[in-house]
Structure formats: structure tokens, C-alpha cells
């Protein structure tokens, strides 16, 4: 079945430093890629998104990139800051269901 | 800005009860999800819904869900008769006809004992 596996699992970096989280799917039909970031006791919220025609997008200090070939995309934030700790989740959509990566906890140290 | 509401926020059931989890989606979408999320993992797609009627379903979205658009502003989720396991969270999405942005709701807890 479709599958959407995110690396790594946790990540801790210093305040001002760049974090990257890697995610690789399985489905070729998913042309939608977006992703979500969730603190403690809430839904996911959007951040980011990236469809497949595009290799990437970039919005401040958040920019995706996508290799539709390898079946890869990623999620970079530059110039972490505390407020950036939170779950990010990437998922990959094709058609009406979305599969969603396992998450990724970001600690960022102040 | 819009957003989307569930209701209750906290569900507690005994096992074998029926539960509804209520969801009002953002006024104009068209598209409409359920998620569940057991604790400390990720988000599980349950099922999509347009048009009344459902889109795609995840092999967890069995027999003993359902879900309903009783109305022209809410959106259920039925749980016939629960079990421990369906313990989660459960959130509500939307989306509009011309973007593929999903849009959550805060969730409701199921506790099931």
C-alpha cells in the first residue's frame, strides 16, 4: 500500500541553525505534497506546500524541495528559531487521500 | 479568518457505546476528511467525503464507522461501537474546490475505557 517514510524521527538544533527533514514516498499517483507542522494539543497546520510540477518553493524561512524521479522531498528552515519547535509532518496526496509521514520532533535550543 | 470547529473537544465512552464527533467545516468547502491520530504517532487518513457521498476510505474506516452530512454546516463521524483501540485523536479537515490546502480542525479527543 502507499507508504510515506520521514527522517529523522527527532532533531535537535541550535538557535539559528538550518534543519532538514527528508521524506520519500511510494505512490507514484501523489502530485501533492504539503507540510504540517503541530504543537502540543493541536491540529496540524500547513506551512508549506509543493505540487508535483514544481521542483521548489520557497516562503521566508521555509522552502521544500521535490525529486518526483527518486520519489524524495524535504523541508528546510533556515535561521531556526524556539517558536520553530513543534511535530512536522510531511504527507504526500493523490486524488482524495493523503498519507502522512510518521514526524519529525524539532527541539530547537535557545 | 475561517476556521475549522469540532466539537466536543474531549470524548470519554465505554467500550461498546456509539460515539458522534462533530465537525463544522469552513463555510465554502466543498471537501471534507476524517483523521485519527493514536498517541505519539502520525495521522491516519480514515476517509474523504463530497458530493455526500464517500470518496476514498482507508482500510482502518470499517464497518463500524460512518460518517454523515446531516445538514449544510456539519460533518460526523459515527463510531458504532467502540473499542479500546479507537482511542485517538480524530480531526476534522476541509478544503475548498480550487486548492488542495486542508484545512484542520482542533480535534477531539476519544477516550475509550
Known amino acids: 500500500g502507499e507508504n510515506v517514510e520521514q527522517h529523522p524521527s527527532t532533531l535537535s538544533v541550535q538557535e539559528g541553525d538550518s534543519a532538514v527533514i527528508k521524506c520519500t514516498y511510494s505512490?507514484?499517483?501523489?502530485?501533492?505534497f504539503p507540510w504540517y507542522k503541530q504543537e502540543l494539543g493541536k491540529g496540524p497546520q500547513l506551512i508549506i506546500d509543493?505540487?508535483?510540477?514544481?521542483g521548489e518553493k520557497k516562503d521566508q524561512r521555509i522552502a521544500v524541495t521535490l525529486n518526483k524521479t527518486a520519489k524524495h522531498f524535504s523541508l528546510h528552515i533556515t535561521e531556526t528559531q524556539p517558536e520553530d519547535s513543534a511535530v512536522y509532518f510531511c504527507?504526500?496526496?493523490?486524488?482524495?487521500?493523503?498519507?502522512f509521514g510518521a514526524g519529525t520532533r524539532l527541539f530547537v535550543k535557545a | 479568518e475561517p476556521e475549522v470547529t469540532q466539537t466536543p473537544s474531549h470524548q470519554v465512552t465505554q467500550m461498546g457505546q456509539e460515539v458522534i464527533l462533530r465537525c463544522v467545516p469552513i463555510s465554502n468547502h466543498l471537501y471534507f476528511y476524517w483523521y485519527r491520530q493514536i498517541l505519539g504517532q502520525k495521522v491516519e487518513f480514515l476517509v474523504s467525503f463530497y458530493n455526500n457521498e464517500i470518496s476514498e476510505k482507508s482500510e482502518i474506516f470499517d464497518d463500524q464507522f460512518s460518517v454523515e452530512r446531516p445538514d449544510g454546516s456539519n460533518f460526523t463521524l459515527k463510531i458504532r461501537s467502540t473499542k479500546l483501540e479507537d482511542s485517538a485523536m480524530y480531526f476534522c479537515?476541509?478544503?475548498?474546490?480550487?486548492?488542495?490546502?486542508?484545512?484542520f480542525g482542533p480535534g477531539t479527543r476519544l477516550t475509550v475505557l
Open positions: 504527507a504526500a496526496s493523490g486524488g482524495f487521500k493523503t498519507i
Open positions: 509543493i505540487r508535483s510540477n514544481v
Open positions: 479537515a476541509s478544503k475548498d474546490r480550487y486548492t488542495d490546502t486542508q484545512y
Open positions: 505512490d507514484s499517483a501523489s502530485n501533492y
